[in-house]
Nanobody
Framework: VQLQASGGGLVQPGGSLRLSCAASGSIFSINAMGWYRQAPGKQRELVAAVTSGGSTNYADSVKGRFTISRDNAKNTVYLQMNSLKPEDTAVYYC???????????????WGQGTLVTVSS
C-alpha cells in the first residue's frame, strides 16, 4: 500500500493550491484520511481530517480557508487551500488509516510529503 501526494508549490500570499493524495495497492478499506504539515523547526501538526463517512475536522488556524474532501471511488483525499498565508509554509503529508486485503491488517500510512511555500 502506498500514498502518493502531489500539488505543492510556490504561491503568493492570498493565493490557492490544491493538494491530492492517492492510495494504491491491495486495499480492503480506508477509514480516516488526513493532511498534516511540518514547518521548519516545528512539530508535525494535524491540518485536516475526513472520516469514511465524510465528517471533517480542521486545525483552528486553517478553518474557513482550507477544505478537505475525498473521493472514495478513487481512494483519494484532497486539500483545497485558499487565502494562503506565509505561515502556511510547510511540508504537507497525507495520512490514511487503511485495512489491507491480505489478512485484513489495519495500518497507518503516510505519503512522501509535498512542499508548500507561500511567499511574495
Amino acid at each position: 500500500v502506498q500514498l502518493q501526494a502531489s500539488g505543492g508549490g510556490l504561491v503568493q500570499p492570498g493565493g490557492s493550491l490544491r493538494l491530492s493524495c492517492a492510495a494504491s495497492g491491495s486495499i480492503f478499506s480506508i477509514n480516516a484520511m488526513g493532511w498534516y504539515r511540518q514547518a521548519p523547526g516545528k512539530q508535525r501538526e494535524l491540518v485536516a481530517a475526513v472520516t469514511s463517512g465524510g465528517s471533517t475536522n480542521y486545525a483552528d488556524s486553517v478553518k474557513g480557508r482550507f477544505t478537505i474532501s475525498r473521493d472514495n471511488a478513487k481512494n483519494t483525499v484532497y486539500l483545497q487551500m485558499n487565502s494562503l498565508k506565509p505561515e502556511d509554509t510547510a511540508v504537507y503529508y497525507c495520512n490514511a488509516d487503511i485495512t489491507r486485503r491480505l489478512g485484513r491488517i489495519k495500518g497507518d500510512y503516510w505519503g512522501q510529503g509535498t512542499l508548500v511555500t507561500v511567499s511574495s
